[in-house]
């Protein structure tokens, strides 16, 4: 019997330990039903920038990491200039750590413009912070207080390094980070982090360890990188379905508009490039046989046989060349 008491009384105390401990707030349930992530954004079907987690932004310095924002902003409230679509977005806040309060409202007449709102008041659903001013403990709360305040379903933070003393630091953006998933869990938002890439040309890297932090628990990353005056964003990284890539512009009046894709802009290079290099092959010899005219491509395009029959067969389907009637030969095609 004492045995038994001893047993009964162990179970007891194991059991009261676990319940203090919280061990059972952790543990996966089956019975329960787990529902599928809640996109903020689709793009030809597929979901991104989901609710509840950490999304991040990252680019070179001035590579439109703002304009980027501006135009994910405009799409959630229900945009179609760069092909979105929407779900049922609320309201989305945006908190700038870098610029001056007046560059923070050029950004929010960007996304009025878009939207043809009005651009001498606010809307309801979209709500802007200048925070470069605000001391960095402030800076945290002040972002806390407005999600409390305005139950977002996406938050953008233009400059998340600038909520810490040290990039570089392990604790500092372990807690940072924490704190932001936290959030992001706790509101059911999208916290979206835009961060600066590492300096050097081939290092696409986020910097400091708060950058290797934010990748390994962001569910999404973009990367954008400006050619000429087209910015391309990718999405590097995703634990869904990545989205594909797309591009914008920035016009006269400094809006962000819908590129061209980047599967047609490459296509364009390419056509390009054939022309230019035909245009050489063809310059002393108006009209060349097969062979003639892929060893004159592989002269004046430094490329190999293989490359140059290629190019001579997409340049017929770019309608670059065409085929003489009743001959085997090739000339530039008119027009």
């Excluded at 999304?55 to 405009?74: E, N, P, T, V, Y």
């Excluded at 309201?91 to 560059?103: A, G, S």
């Excluded at 797309?246 to 290079?269: C, L, M, N, Q, Y």
């Excluded at 108006?286 to 892929?294: A, G, N, R």
Aim: aromatic share 8%.
């Amino acid at each position: 019997m004492a045995e038994e008491n001893t047993n009964t009384f162990t179970q007891q105390v194991g059991n009261e330990i676990e319940r203090l401990s919280g061990i059972d707030d952790f543990q996966i349930d089956l019975s329960l039903n787990y529902p599928e992530p809640k996109f903020t954004l689709f793009l030809h079907d597929t979901g991104t920038i989901p609710r509840g987690d950490l999304i991040a932004i990252k680019a070179k310095s001035k590579q439109g990491k703002s304009f980027l924002c501006c135009a994910l902003i405009s799409s959630m409230f229900g945009c179609s200039e760069f092909s979105f679509t929407n779900a049922d977005v609320g309201k989305v806040l945006y908190f700038d750590t870098e610029q001056n309060e007046r560059n923070t409202a050029k950004l929010v007449r960007r996304v009025h413009t878009l939207m043809n709102w009005q651009l001498d008041s606010n809307n309801p659903k979209f709500a802007a912070y200048a925070l470069r001013t605000a001391e960095l403990p402030k800076r945290l709360e002040v972002i806390k207080g407005a999600i409390k305040k305005h139950h977002p379903s996406a938050v953008f933070i233009d400059g998340v390094a600038d909520l810490i003393d040290d990039f570089n630091s392990v604790e500092q953006s372990t807690k940072i980070i924490n704190d932001l998933m936290e959030l992001s869990a706790s509101n059911d938002c999208a916290i979206c982090c835009v961060l600066h890439e590492n300096k050097k040309d081939d290092d696409t890297g986020m910097k400091g360890h708060l950058g290797t932090m934010l990748l390994q628990k962001a569910s999404d990353v973009f990367q954008i990188k400006k050619d000429g005056y087209q910015f391309n964003v990718t999405e590097t990284d995703c634990r869904n379905v990545p989205i594909e890539d797309f591009s914008f512009v920035v016009d006269g009046h400094g809006i962000p508009r819908k590129g061209v894709s980047i599967t047609e802009s490459k296509k364009t290079a390419k056509e390009n490039r054939i022309r230019k290099v035909m245009v050489e092959c063809f310059a002393t010899q108006p009209e060349q046989t097969y062979t003639e005219l892929y060893q004159a491509y592989m002269l004046h395009g430094a490329v190999g046989q293989a490359q140059a029959k290629n190019c001579v067969r997409d340049a017929k389907e770019f309608g670059i060349i065409e085929t003489i009637p009743s001959t085997s030969q090739y000339r530039l095609k008119s027009g």
